[in-house]
């Protein structure tokens, strides 16, 4: 008899992508899973958009996670979460921002290194240090970040 490999349960400071967040929220909401390439490309599509019209992070879409948890309330999908997210940071579910501006500029590089797929502003953004890094940034959100949206 073959023995089955349960899936890992993730903690929220594991919670490091969207894809992450997706099978986050499936184990502590119940909410499904999307099924298929086409619709798990549409809801990492929706959500990114999202998180970059609000200027959140993966930690606020956690927290709202977390707040739902808290609260009882059920998710009939992943899109669920974002109607949550500001009442989440409101009530406390948010951490503690760090108090570097640079601490903050790193994870939003990170982020963009997470979706880039070309390699020369791969290059760039992860060789740049301190205001070169600000300025590559800036210049990457402002060229590249929209072709990307439009294309992902």
Not at 97 to 114: F, K, Q
Not at 126 to 133: C, D, F, H, I, T
Request: aromatic share 6%.
């Amino acid at each position: 008899m073959r023995e089955s490999n349960p899936e890992e349960i993730l903690r929220r400071a594991e919670v490091q992508s969207i894809t992450d967040l997706i099978r986050y929220a499936a184990q502590r909401l119940g909410c499904p899973k999307p099924v298929g390439h086409k619709a798990r490309g549409k809801v990492v599509r929706a959500i990114r958009e999202e998180m970059q019209e609000q200027g959140w992070s993966i930690q606020h879409l956690a927290a709202a996670v977390d707040y739902m948890k808290a609260r009882g309330i059920r998710a009939k999908s992943v899109h669920f979460l974002l109607f949550h997210v500001q009442e989440a940071v409101r009530q406390g579910y948010m951490p503690r921002r760090s108090m570097s501006p640079l601490d903050d500029l790193e994870s939003r590089v990170a982020e963009a290194v997470y979706m880039e797929s070309d390699e020369t502003w791969t290059r760039r953004l992860l060789s740049a240090k301190g205001e070169a890094l600000a300025q590559v940034y800036e210049k990457w959100s402002n060229e590249r970040l929209p072709a990307l949206l439009k294309g992902a």
